[in-house]
């Protein structure tokens, strides 16, 4: 007896000849990456893709491509910066989707989740991330609790830098707990700056990722970007400022309520962690951990849980995290 799953074909006949070149990459070679992912087989002739193999497979095939197409042609994605990242977004987004096809399409259509920086714009690239623009869009208070390579921190720059670029707020402060120098940074080499920057280096990235470096270092200079550790945050109302708390998994109880209630007027504050790494003393209580429970149920803050379908680093880093989830879960 065959059991073999009976094979479909659909074609997709796309307008613009110049943005299928960009979408099909050279020679190619995004439809075979795709074509492996997703176990399908498309063919391009022209402008018609045709795409063959088991049913889901090949409406899931159609739906990212029509969905990246449309991303590239209502400038939502920059062609300069085009690969084959863009369509591991889209099967991350359908992925996370529980709806049929149509509104899959219709729900990523719809949605105008993007940060516009000064070297490039960002958009969403999972489900949670898109729960995470949505909180970061609405509420002046976000928690954003994941794993490593969610994006947590990179997107929470993105609104900063977003929200500083139409003057929306006066200043950028990114914060967080030195906690491997115990808050004593005293006996490490340099000026207060050269002693915290490498706790940042993510954040540093992020900026410079999105601002030109001579734009970051005169924010900095002239106090429209602030770094500085979780401790001299002490005593300091924010007045509009956009506030980013990294690695808050490591504050103690005192420190999250010191900076909660830092809050002033016209201030957006995300607080980020990671509660599988926490780097306290044996015995002592993560502050977000702790936040968590305290928080949840203040209607104007928001929380928001990034998990293994969110990592945007290679695959086999949601793997890894999967395989670490079940294991100190068993």
Same mark, same amino acid.
């Given at each position: 007896?065959?059991?073999?799953?009976?094979?479909?074909?659909?074609?997709?006949?796309?307008?613009?000849?110049?943005?299928?070149?960009?979408?099909? %990459?050279?020679?190619?070679?995004?439809?075979?990456?795709?074509?492996?992912?997703?176990?399908?087989? /498309?063919?391009?002739?022209?402008?018609?893709?045709?795409?063959? %193999? $088991?049913?889901?497979?090949?409406?899931?095939?159609?739906?990212?491509?029509?969905?990246?197409? $449309? !991303?590239?042609?209502?400038?939502?994605?920059? /062609?300069?910066?085009?690969?084959?990242?863009?369509?591991?977004?889209?099967?991350?987004?359908?992925? %996370?989707?529980?709806?049929?096809?149509?509104?899959?399409?219709?729900?990523?259509?719809? !949605?105008?989740?993007?940060?516009?920086?000064?070297?490039?714009?960002? /958009?969403?690239?999972?489900? +949670?991330?898109?729960?995470?623009?949505?909180?970061?869009?609405?509420?002046?208070?976000?928690?954003?609790? %994941?794993?490593?390579?969610?994006?947590?921190?990179?997107?929470?720059?993105?609104?900063?830098?977003?929200?500083?670029?139409? *003057?929306?707020?006066?200043?950028?402060?990114?914060?967080?707990?030195?906690?491997?120098? +115990?808050?004593?940074?005293?006996?490490?080499? +340099?000026?207060?700056?050269?002693?915290?920057?490498?706790?940042?280096?993510?954040?540093?990235?992020?900026?410079?990722?999105?601002?030109?470096?001579?734009?970051?270092?005169?924010?900095?200079?002239?106090?429209?970007?602030?770094?500085?550790?979780?401790?001299?945050?002490? +005593?300091? #109302?924010? #007045?509009?400022?956009?506030?980013?708390?990294?690695?808050?998994?490591? #504050?103690?109880?005192?420190?999250?309520?010191?900076?909660?209630?830092?809050?002033?007027? *016209?201030?957006?504050?995300?607080?980020? *962690?990671?509660?599988?790494?926490?780097?306290?003393? !044996?015995?002592?209580?993560?502050?977000?951990?702790?936040?968590?429970?305290?928080?949840?149920?203040?209607?104007?803050?928001?929380?928001?849980?990034?998990?293994?379908?969110?990592?945007?680093?290679?695959?086999?880093?949601?793997?890894?995290?999967?395989?670490?989830?079940?294991?100190?879960?068993?």
């Amino acid at each position: 007896m065959n059991n073999r799953i009976k094979k479909e074909e659909i074609s997709l006949e796309l307008p613009s000849n110049s943005l299928i070149a960009v979408l099909v %990459g050279h020679h190619s070679i995004n439809l075979v990456k795709l074509e492996k992912i997703i176990d399908v087989n /498309i063919n391009l002739f022209g402008n018609q893709f045709n795409i063959s %193999g $088991n049913k889901e497979n090949v409406n899931k095939a159609k739906l990212i491509i029509m969905n990246v197409y $449309n !991303k590239l042609s209502s400038n939502k994605l920059q /062609i300069s910066e085009f690969d084959f990242s863009n369509f591991e977004t889209e099967l991350r987004m359908i992925k %996370g989707m529980t709806c049929k096809s149509k509104s899959n399409l219709k729900i990523d259509q719809n !949605k105008d989740f993007k940060f516009e920086t000064w070297k490039k714009t960002i /958009i969403p690239k999972s489900i +949670g991330q898109n729960k995470y623009f949505e909180a970061l869009n609405n509420f002046e208070l976000v928690l954003g609790l %994941g794993p490593a390579g969610t994006g947590k921190s990179y997107l929470a720059v993105a609104k900063a830098i977003h929200m500083l670029k139409k *003057g929306l707020v006066e200043k950028i402060i990114l914060t967080r707990p030195a906690v491997e120098a +115990g808050e004593r940074l005293g006996f490490l080499p +340099g000026d207060m700056k050269e002693k915290i920057d490498p706790y940042l280096k993510p954040i540093y990235d992020a900026l410079y990722e999105m601002m030109p470096a001579d734009r970051v270092e005169k924010k900095i200079q002239s106090g429209e970007i602030e770094i500085a550790p979780l401790a001299f945050m002490r +005593g300091r #109302t924010f #007045t509009n400022a956009f506030v980013i708390v990294d690695e808050a998994q490591n #504050t103690s109880p005192v420190q999250m309520k010191m900076v909660l209630t830092r809050v002033g007027e *016209g201030s957006r504050m995300v607080i980020n *962690g990671d509660l599988s790494q926490v780097d306290l003393p !044996k015995g002592q209580i993560s502050g977000l951990k702790q936040s968590q429970k305290i928080l949840s149920n203040i209607e104007e803050i928001k929380i928001i849980y990034l998990g293994s379908d969110d990592v945007i680093r290679h695959p086999i880093v949601a793997k890894i995290i999967r395989a670490y989830d079940y294991f100190n879960k068993h």
